[in-house]
């Protein structure tokens, strides 16, 4: 898993399309049919390529165009606090 949901953001699909909601902002963040896609994949996936290479074979989309796309959508929602980094390993007091 490349990336997850927080707790406090939902995910509302219809027709391909998808709605994220971050219900501590009260804020909301649509995305097309490849956001959608590239949501799922980075759930399931470990790398970015693995992700890129997977839409870019089901879409008429050029590589170079897609790889950009893919690295502006992934650090808007990092920075809207929509996606984060699964944790590894928790630290606890001893």
Not at 69 to 76: A, G, S, V
Request: aromatic share 6%; glycine share 4%; proline share 2%.
């Amino acid at each position: 898993m490349l990336f997850k949901l927080p707790e406090h953001v939902l995910m509302t699909e219809l027709d391909g399309e998808a709605v994220l909601l971050d219900l501590e902002k009260s804020h909301y963040f649509g995305l097309n049919e490849i956001g959608t896609d590239i949501i799922h994949l980075m759930q399931s996936m470990d790398s970015a390529e693995k992700i890129v290479d997977d839409i870019h074979a089901r879409y008429d989309v050029e590589r170079n165009t897609l790889q950009s796309d893919y690295d502006r959508l992934i650090t808007e929602l990092l920075d809207e606090g929509l996606i984060v980094k699964p944790n590894c390993a928790r630290l606890t007091n001893l």
